[in-house]
C-alpha cells in the first residue's frame, strides 16, 4: 500500500464524520429554505404543508419582501421580523469590529505583563483566566444585574442610564460584558506567542541600545503577528455567531439583536424561512473566515518566512 493509500485510509473516517455532522445538516437546511413554512392558505383557509417557494424565503430576508392575505409581495412592515435583517447584520459585524479590536488590544498589554517574571506572576495567570471560564450565561446575568437602573454601574458613576433598555447605552453594555468575558482568551492565545520568541533577540537589541518601545515595535509585534492573527480569527469567528449575552441581558432588544438570535426567533415562526437565513448566515461567516484566512494567513506565513531569514 502506498502513502497516498495510507493517507487517505487515515483520513476518510474523519471526512465522513465530518459529512455527517457538517454537510448533512448544511445540506438539509439549503433543501429546507426552498421549501414554504405549514400554514393557512389565505385563499381557502384551509391548513397546507407548503410546497416549493422558490427564492420568496431568501427575498424576505434579502429583500426584506413579505406576502399579504392575497398572497401578493409586499415590503414587509415595521416590527416584522423580515424587516430586522440588515439591522442584525450591522449589529452583528458592529459587536464584532469594536469587541475584537478591543480584546487584541488589552488582550496584548495583559500578555505582555504576564509574560513578565515577576513574584506572583502564577497567581496573576489564574486570576485573569477567571472570568473566561465562567460560564456565558452567567456572565450575562451578573452584567444585566450591575447594568440594572439601580444597580452598581449606575450608582458608582451618578447616573440615570437605562442600560439595558436603550440602544445605544444596551450595546455598550454588551461590548463591556464582551469584552471583560473573552479578552482572558486573546491573552492565553497571545502569551503562547509570546514564549516562544527568543531572549538573545531582545539582549542583543538591548547591547544595540534599543529603548523598551523600540524592542516592542521591531521585535516583538513582528514575531508576535502569526500568534496574533490566529487570535483575531477565532475571536472573529465566534463574535458573529454571537448569542448569549444580548439574549440574557437586554432580551433581544432589536438593537443589540444579532443574526443568530434573528435565526432563533424566527425557528418560531417558521422552520423553512429560518433555514434560509440560517443559510444566509452560513455564507456570511463563511466568507468572513475566508477572507480573513487569504489575508491574515498570507501575512502570517510571509512573517513567518522572514523570521526564518533574518535568523
Request: charged share 15%.
Amino acid at each position: 500500500m502506498g502513502d497516498s493509500a495510507k493517507a487517505w485510509l487515515f483520513v476518510t473516517p474523519v471526512l465522513i464524520a465530518l459529512a455527517v455532522v457538517i454537510g448533512y445538516p448544511v445540506a438539509r437546511a439549503l433543501y429546507m429554505s426552498f421549501q414554504k413554512d405549514s400554514g393557512l392558505d389565505p385563499a381557502t383557509g384551509m391548513f397546507v404543508e407548503g410546497g416549493n417557494a422558490g427564492f420568496s424565503n431568501y427575498t424576505h430576508w434579502l429583500l426584506q419582501q413579505c406576502t399579504n392575505s392575497l398572497g401578493e409581495t409586499v415590503s414587509c412592515p415595521t416590527g416584522n421580523l423580515g424587516s430586522q435583517f440588515w439591522l442584525a447584520i450591522g449589529v452583528t459585524l458592529f459587536f464584532t469590529v469594536v469587541t475584537v479590536t478591543l480584546e487584541a488590544t488589552i488582550g496584548l498589554g495583559m500578555a505582555v505583563i504576564m509574560g513578565k517574571t515577576f513574584k506572583g506572576r502564577a497567581l496573576l495567570r489564574a486570576a485573569v483566566l477567571i472570568p473566561w471560564a465562567i460560564p456565558t450565561a452567567v456572565t450575562a446575568r451578573l452584567w444585566e444585574f450591575m447594568f440594572q437602573y439601580d444597580g452598581v454601574v449606575n450608582r458608582v458613576l451618578g447616573t440615570h442610564i437605562l442600560w439595558t433598555a436603550d440602544a445605544w447605552p444596551a450595546r455598550f453594555a454588551v461590548i463591556i460584558a464582551d469584552v471583560w468575558k473573552t479578552t482572558p482568551f486573546m491573552a492565553l492565545l497571545i502569551l503562547a506567542g509570546l514564549q516562544v520568541i527568543p531572549e538573545d533577540v531582545y539582549e542583543a537589541a538591548r547591547v544595540d541600545g534599543a529603548s523598551a518601545w523600540q524592542r516592542f515595535v521591531h521585535i516583538t509585534l513582528p514575531l508576535l503577528k502569526p500568534a496574533l492573527l490566529v487570535a483575531i480569527l477565532f475571536r472573529t469567528m465566534d463574535g458573529l455567531r454571537l448569542y448569549d449575552l444580548p439574549a440574557i441581558m437586554t432580551n433581544n432588544l432589536p438593537a443589540t439583536r444579532p443574526i443568530s438570535a434573528l435565526v432563533v426567533d424566527q425557528v418560531r415562526v417558521g422552520a423553512n424561512s429560518a433555514s434560509a437565513l440560517s443559510v444566509i448566515t452560513f455564507f456570511l461567516i463563511f466568507a468572513v473566515a475566508f477572507l480573513l484566512v487569504k489575508v491574515l494567513g498570507a501575512n502570517a506565513v510571509r512573517t513567518q518566512e522572514a523570521q526564518r531569514e533574518a535568523h
